[in-house]
């Protein structure tokens, strides 16, 4: 999220971006957030990452877990069974 000075914003809207915009809510504990994309965005769109920065550190890494959408992988019922049949 932002940081405007010392204190962080709760609520973001960012520009569109490639065809893509994100809505976020912040609490103390989780981020809830929203993707708006184009019809051409989201053609061969399979998932998305979620990358923390830490101002104060300078530094940057991709937050674990991901979300499995039912439309792409209808065999699986949650992340969990996803994980345990992937090949390898």
């Not at 971006?17 to 061969?44: E, H, L």
Request: charge should be positive; avoid cysteine.
């Amino acid at each position: 999220m932002p940081v405007h000075g010392e204190e962080s914003v709760m609520r973001f809207k960012s520009q569109k971006v490639g065809g893509f915009r994100v809505f976020a809510v912040s609490g103390v504990n989780t981020i809830s957030f929203g993707i708006q994309a184009t019809t051409a965005a989201k053609k061969g769109l399979l998932g998305f990452s979620v990358e923390r920065f830490d101002p104060k550190k300078n530094e940057r890494f991709t937050m674990p877990g991901f979300k499995v959408f039912k439309s792409i992988f209808p065999i699986y019922r949650n992340a969990e069974d996803a994980a345990q049949q992937r090949p390898g």
